[in-house]
């Protein structure tokens, strides 16, 4: 498989089948599209085609997947799917019913599908009627390139009568480890990897690997991709999403996954050193490039794989197409050397890793091809820092939507109007109303939190992990009723204070995400404990690099200084 020059864009989103939205009654089902498309697929002698079109239609109607701009009551519900189906006594019907009760996680409507298929008599393929027997096979496979913008898995269930469906998935790596397409094929897994071998060049590796393994990591990069904003989108992704979780559902759990590795301050240090002791960086060695390399590393280590002695077409489109005028504020003359800087720290990274000069020559023809139109960025009036990734995201409406969004970072447009920069107060953290039998684990987040606001913090993010801590204890005390470790859960509740402030995580602040976590002795994200204390209080699922909480007394007096600036100022 050839490597792309270039990271794939999105394209525009082609469904497996068409998928209309939910109707509130199917009446006269046999002329709408829906049940002609439910027939064809049924008919079929292979599963793939009905289990990809319920996919599609429980993806579209998923409301995790929904546009974070468009009001929810414009997208297509769920619930009223349900009820047409179930309304519609048919074998069509039938059908989608019983591939929704294996891929639908809601409890209730699960039980309601279960209800109504309990008096359903329409007979099925062996395959459909017995869909709770298929199984995952333990033969998984996965395809590595040598430069290391994504890993693709291929997995594969088997059903009732010897039917199977494959999967080719793809996690591309240069967005944070997500799943960008999913591939499904009627042919078992091991038939379909003899096929691929052939195609494969002399960089790409295809091997078995560990099912519960390649489950784990799916399963996280699945996850993962849901909460980018946008979301990868490719010809069978994200309508063929339930597909693969269930199919995943199928392996053995338990698997483990791949340690990140996190860079410390002296070993970005002793990379810089020898790079510009190397042949390659010597005669760059200044303060200006200097200051380049320490971002181009901060994007190596912090973005994508982690690794900043990985460099690929991929990887550096996505530094000179956007991350660099985007993320670095400087002006265009220190910026316009980043292309003389990245060409000899390629060359270093790939000596260093012995790769093979052939690529190498391939990513340096990119840096040329990308030169003239980044210089032409930098030097025009654009912007940057978040307002770039706002007006990116928000499109032409975006000082309206601006306004509308500082306003909901905030707690709504009067507290946008009355804004103030007084401090927050050093206060008590308050214990009325928090549940007896939560105190003690209570206690220990409030030890924590408390301890790295005065080793690395103030007052003012003492005071707002405070508050934060006693809103999710009253909202959903069993959070604080599960068997997890406190400690980690306090860095959640530090994250996320200091995520709401911009105190970590930007080009702006001197405190990296890991030196945080470091400060509780945890490693690796800690923002899947983050999301249960974040629905608790009620903040919604919002754009990726964002923590907009509602709540004027949970920020900081500098995060409100600068959001009285945004307020004020026109682009």
């Known amino acids: 498989m050839s490597r792309p020059r270039h990271p794939r864009r999105p394209t525009q989103r082609r469904h497996l089948h068409a998928v209309p939205e939910p109707r509130e ?70 059908a989608a019913l019983t591939v929704l009760h294996e891929f639908l996680d809601d409890t209730e409507l699960v039980e309601a599908i279960g209800a109504e298929l309990g008096q359903r008599q329409q007979p099925m393929p062996r395959w459909l009627a017995r869909l709770s027997d298929a199984y995952g096979s333990p033969n998984t496979w996965f395809v590595f390139h040598t430069l290391g913008d994504e890993t693709s898995y291929l997995i594969d269930v088997e059903f009732v009568g010897g039917r199977s469906v494959s999967a080719f998935v793809t996690v591309e790596h240069n967005l944070g480890s997500v799943v960008s397409e999913a591939r499904f094929a009627p042919v078992p897994g091991d038939e379909l990897a003899e096929l691929l071998r052939p195609h494969l060049d002399q960089d790409t590796t295809l091997g078995p690997t560990d099912a519960a393994d390649a489950r784990a990591v799916l399963e996280d990069a699945v996850d993962h991709g849901r909460r980018l904003y946008p979301q990868p989108e490719g010809e069978m992704w994200p309508v063929g999403r339930p597909l693969l979780v269930w199919m995943l559902s199928l392996l053995p759990d338990g698997g483990q996954l791949p340690e990140r590795v996190e860079w410390t301050h002296a070993e970005k240090d002793a990379l810089t050193e020898d790079f510009f002791a190397s ?68 060359r270093y990274c790939h000596d260093l890793t012995k790769v093979r000069p052939a690529l190498t020559q391939l990513t340096l023809d990119v840096v040329d091809e990308l030169e003239p139109a980044y210089q032409q960025v930098i030097h025009a009036d654009r912007l940057q820092g978040p307002e770039a990734l706002l007006a990116n995201v928000l499109g032409e409406d975006f000082n309206a939507r601006r306004r509308r969004w500082l306003a909901e970072a905030v707690g709504g447009a009067e507290a946008l109007r009355n804004l103030d920069v007084e401090p927050l107060p050093d206060e008590d953290f308050d214990w009325q109303d928090i549940a007896d039998d939560i105190r003690p684990v209570v206690g220990q987040f409030l030890e924590a939190c408390d301890r790295c606001a005065d080793e690395l913090l103030d007052v003012e993010h003492r005071t707002a992990m405070r508050r934060f801590l006693r809103r999710v204890a009253i909202a959903d005390p069993t959070i604080f009723r599960r068997k997890a470790s406190p400690i980690r859960g306090a860095a959640a509740v530090a994250w996320v204070i200091c995520r709401a402030n911009d105190t970590v995580g930007t080009y702006y602040t001197s405190l990296p995400v890991a030196e945080l976590l470091d400060a509780f002795g945890v490693q690796g994200s800690v923002s899947q404990r983050a999301e249960p204390m974040l629905r608790a209080i009620g903040v919604a699922r919002q754009p990726p690099g964002t923590m907009d909480l509602g709540a004027v007394d949970l920020l900081t007096s500098a995060r409100r200084g600068a959001i009285i600036q945004w307020r004020d100022q026109e682009w």
């Open 25 to 94: 009654h199917l009446g006269g089902v046999e002329d709408q599209e829906l049940f002609q498309q439910l027939r064809s697929a049924l008919r079929s002698p292979e599963p793939i085609d009905l289990l990809g079109l319920v996919s599609g239609l429980a993806e579209a109607t998923d409301p995790r997947s929904g546009d974070l701009f468009r009001p929810r009551d414009e997208q297509p519900q769920r619930g009223p799917l349900i009820e047409s189906l179930i309304g519609t006594p048919c074998a069509e019907t039938t």
């Open 279 to 346: 042949r390659f960086g010597r005669p760059l060695d200044n303060p200006d490039h200097r200051g380049l390399l320490e971002s181009v590393i901060w994007f190596g280590t912090d973005y994508g794989r982690g690794d900043p002695l990985r460099w690929s077409p991929a990887s550096v489109s996505i530094l000179m197409e956007d991350w660099f005028p985007r993320k670095v504020v400087a002006d265009a003359a220190y910026l316009a050397e980043l292309p003389e800087l990245l060409r000899a720290f390629t």
